[in-house]
T-cell receptor, first 113, second 111 residues
Framework: ETGVTQTPRHLVMGMTNKKSLKCEQHLGHNAMYWYKQSAKKPLELMFVYNFKEQTENNSVPSRFSPECPNSSHLFLHLHTLQPEDSALYLC????????????FGPGTRLTVT | GIQVEQSPPDLILQEGANSTLRCNFSDSVNNLQWFHQNPWGQLINLFYIPSGTKQNGRLSATTVATERYSLLYISSSQTTDSGVYFCAVDWPGDSNYQLIWGAGTKLIIKP
């Protein structure tokens, strides 16, 4: 148990569906992250929120839409995904000023059919 | 940009054996972290170690920043140690939130 939870753990969706991934951290951290991990590729940073403000968007396609309503919750809204978007999506958090020691959630394994 | 290389890429050991995993980086870094990813995908932060030596149970890590490498030691391996071990560095030449990740060492501990 890392103090970061993610739901759902597994998700299968069609290319025309809309779904959302949820992340919650119970560590009192101020920064939250979405990472994508595809097979045989290194972790890719997608988005960063610091004190609820988006500070990084690493050229992620608009079919991925993040939302951070408060410093404990982070969502990733998905729509019209492609099969190549199938991957493990990991949420992480860190304490601002502690130079990014990351704590990860268990991930959502997404399959796009 | 900075290069982060981990070795060996794969390692198979019997339960009870000791192992050393290495992470080399090509430039000065602000900090370095070691992670373990279990077969179900969960990433656990093992060490936050910009320099020096730290120990946590059977695991220890040493970073020699001046020589640009870090070592992760696993003693008396257990089957639950299986998975992929990643190092990730905070490089001052990049954004405040981007970590540079190694490709990982896949460790299999046989019973």
């Amino acid at each position: 148990e890392t103090g970061v939870t993610q739901t759902p753990r597994h998700l299968v969706m069609g290319m025309t569906n809309k779904k959302s991934l949820k992340c919650e951290q119970h560590l009192g951290h101020n920064a939250m992250y979405w990472y994508k991990q595809s097979a045989k590729k290194p972790l890719e940073l997608m988005f960063v929120y610091n004190f609820k403000e988006q500070t990084e968007n690493n050229s992620v396609p608009s079919r991925f839409s993040p939302e951070c309503p408060n410093s404990s919750h982070l969502f990733l809204h998905l729509h019209t995904l492609q099969p190549e978007d199938s991957a493990l999506y990991l949420c992480a958090s860190s304490q601002e000023g502690v130079q990014k020691r990351l704590y990860f959630g268990p991930g959502t394994r997404l399959t796009v059919t | 940009g900075i290069q982060v290389e981990q070795s060996p890429p794969d390692l198979i050991l019997q339960e009870g054996a000791n192992s050393t995993l290495r992470c080399n980086f090509s430039d000065s870094v602000n900090n370095l972290q070691w992670f373990h990813q279990n077969p179900w995908g969960q990433l656990i932060n093992l060490f936050y170690i910009p320099s020096g030596t730290k120990q946590n149970g059977r695991l220890s890590a040493t970073t020699v920043a001046t020589e640009r490498y870090s070592l992760l030691y696993i003693s008396s391996s257990q089957t639950t140690d299986s998975g992929v071990y990643f190092c990730a560095v905070d490089w001052p030449g990049d954004s405040n939130y981007q970590l540079i990740w190694g490709a990982g060492t896949k460790l299999i501990i046989k019973p």
